[in-house]
T-cell receptor, first 112, second 114 residues
Framework: QKEVEQNSGPLSVPEGAIASLNCTYS??????FFWYRQYSGKSPELIMS????GDKEDGRFTAQLNKASQYVSLLIRDSQPSDSATYLC????????????FGTGTKLQVIP | NAGVTQTPKFQVLKTGQSMTLQCAQD?????MYWYRQDPGMGLRLIYY???????DKGEVPNGYNVSRLNKREFSLRLESAAPSQTSVYFC?????????????FGDGTRLSIL
């Protein structure tokens, strides 16, 4: 079982719709969770961090964390073509140093 | 506002050649990391440095060495390049070795080994 799992996609949504990206993780002691956006040929860019159960909203983005079920999700409201990218889920493990494990990413395509 | 700077951006090597990838950050971060990214494999940690003066192996350290030259700089060396090391290499930094701070990435080095 991979430590951090994401559906590779592509996930296609029409412009203006809600895109829902999901991620599951195996380390039950994980403390910190991050979503990165990566455009083709570019470096990962942090878009959301979440540390406690529940929802965290930032503009059109909402991160949701459920530690009991070991999943974290990212919702993108009013999706725009500029949101088309690969979204990486990253999880800080429960080890003593700041090791972060990345999922392989979900490719999102927003269709105009 | 440079953030994390990597050099070079592109490099082509022949099998057996050596080279050093450079990374510098200007955010006063304690921790620095080297990742490689391959299609379908995601980001894999090669080496990390939790603080100045310390380095540790990550998930895929074989064939690589690192040097934490000072707080700002963290270099990755390939002593004898192999085609399997063809990849995109990212350097990242974060503000704490034990905190919950996210990592900030450089623009990457695209390395091809022929």
């Amino acid at each position: 079982q991979k430590e951090v799992e994401q559906n590779s996609g592509p996930l296609s949504v029409p412009e203006g719709a809600i895109a829902s990206l999901n991620c599951t993780y195996s380390d039950r002691g994980s403390q910190s969770f991050f979503w990165y956006r990566q455009y083709s040929g570019k470096s990962p860019e942090l878009i959301m961090s979440i540390y406690s159960n529940g929802d965290k909203e930032d503009g059109r983005f909402t991160a949701q964390l459920n530690k009991a079920s070991q999943y974290v999700s990212l919702l993108i409201r009013d999706s725009q073509p500029s949101d088309s990218a690969t979204y990486l889920c990253a999880v800080r493990n429960s080890g003593g140093y700041q090791k972060v494990t990345f999922g392989t990413g979900t490719k999102l395509q927003v269709i105009p | 506002n440079a953030g994390v700077t990597q050099t070079p951006k592109f490099q082509v090597l022949k099998t057996g050649q050596s080279m050093t990838l450079q990374c510098a950050q200007d955010m006063n971060h304690n921790s620095m990391y080297w990742y490689r990214q391959d299609p379908g494999m995601g980001l894999r940690l090669i080496y990390y440095s939790a603080s100045e003066g310390t380095t540790d192996k990550g998930e895929v350290p074989n064939g690589y060495n690192v040097s934490r030259l000072n707080k700002r700089e963290f270099s990755l060396r390939l002593e004898s390049a192999a085609p399997s090391q063809t990849s995109v290499y990212f350097c990242a930094s974060s503000s704490s070795g034990t905190g919950a701070q996210p990592q900030h990435f450089g623009d990457g080095t695209r390395l091809s080994i022929l």
